[in-house]
């Protein structure tokens, strides 16, 4: 089970998008974090006309390494810590470590 997921909110924590918030787009193979408007970079794409793309100068996404993010705790509006727990029936959740909210529902 991974701290972080698709489609959580998480709050960059280093780097030069720090403070920035986005929510996760995609978990890369190798653990890296694909999160919106984070990490932006041009890149410079040649036409291709079987495919049907433009060529020209494309803004996209690129991977974020875990380690600079921090899943975003609402009730406290900041990056918080997560932990994992087993509920009473059973099943194995992650939760807030400042305030012991279960994250996952």
Partial sequence: MRRI???DDVVVIAGKDKGKRGSVLRVMPDGRVVVSDVNMVKRHTKPNPNRGVPGGIVEK???VDPSNIMLYNPQTNKGDRVGFKYLE????????????E???I
């Fill in 89 to 100: 029936d059973g099943r194995k959740v992650r939760y807030f470590k400042s305030n012991n």
């Fill in 61 to 63: 996404e690129m991977p």
């Fill in 102 to 104: 279960v994250v996952d």
């Fill in 5 to 7: 997921r698709k489609g």
